[in-house]
């Protein structure tokens, strides 16, 4: 966790009370970003300078910049103090933060994700009828599916599969005889159109 600048919670408005500022409250711009790695926070500080500001995690979900500075021959403070919420799977404990041109950029690294454990059936678990008609006709879907196939593979009773089956079994057993055939074919296209190609001349 970084610390940028200077100083602490409420010491601006003494400060400003002290030396008799005329106080001007700053809201800056700010967008949050991300990728795998992290969540990236740009703020806008134009005319600000790091020694100005501060970054604090005021708690595990939240962290805040704050900071002031003194224009006008030191008759005007202007600062803000602007608290974010970090977003889930953020990393407080390893906020980084760089400030350059004007703009303060918080990185705020993600959780290292843990992997997800498979749900634990009881035996006696209650589902809605939703949820048990959908696993009886998928349970039943793949008894009927394993049934046929077995009877076929095994038993080879071929009477039992549906005429697209029969078609793709024949297909399967005989793609040599029918891949000679196509070619053939296309071969005996190939050659009757050169040979007409050749007599038109």
């Not at 030396?19 to 806008?44: K, M, N, T």
């Not at 962290?63 to 002031?68: C, D, I, L, P, R």
């Not at 634990?120 to 809605?128: L, V």
């Not at 296309?186 to 050169?194: F, P, R």
Request: proline content about 4%; hydrophobic content about 30%; some cysteine.
């Amino acid at each position: 966790m970084e610390n940028i600048g200077g100083t602490e919670p409420g010491e601006t408005e003494e400060r400003a009370d002290s030396l008799s500022y005329f106080v001007e409250e700053h809201e800056p711009s700010w967008v949050w970003s991300e990728d795998s790695y992290g969540h990236y926070l740009r703020v806008d500080l134009p005319d600000f300078k790091m020694e100005d500001l501060k970054l604090e995690v005021v708690s595990p979900g939240e962290t805040a910049v704050s900071g002031e500075r003194v224009v006008n021959d030191n008759s005007k403070c202007i600062y803000f103090h602007q608290k974010y919420k970090l977003p889930e799977n953020s990393d407080p404990e390893n906020i980084t933060a760089e400030f350059d041109g004007g703009i303060l950029y918080v990185t705020v690294p993600k959780k290292k994700l843990t992997t997800v454990k498979e749900p634990e059936y009881e035996e006696n678990a209650t589902t809605t009828s939703d949820e048990n008609h959908h696993q009886e006709t998928l349970a039943e879907k793949s008894s009927m599916d394993d049934h046929r196939l077995f009877s076929m593979k095994y038993w080879q009773r071929e009477d039992e599969a549906t005429p697209l089956e029969k078609a793709f079994e024949m297909i399967k057993k005989n793609k040599g005889i029918l891949l000679t055939a196509v070619l053939a074919f296309s071969i005996g296209i190939i050659v009757a159109l050169h040979r007409l190609e050749s007599g038109g001349d």
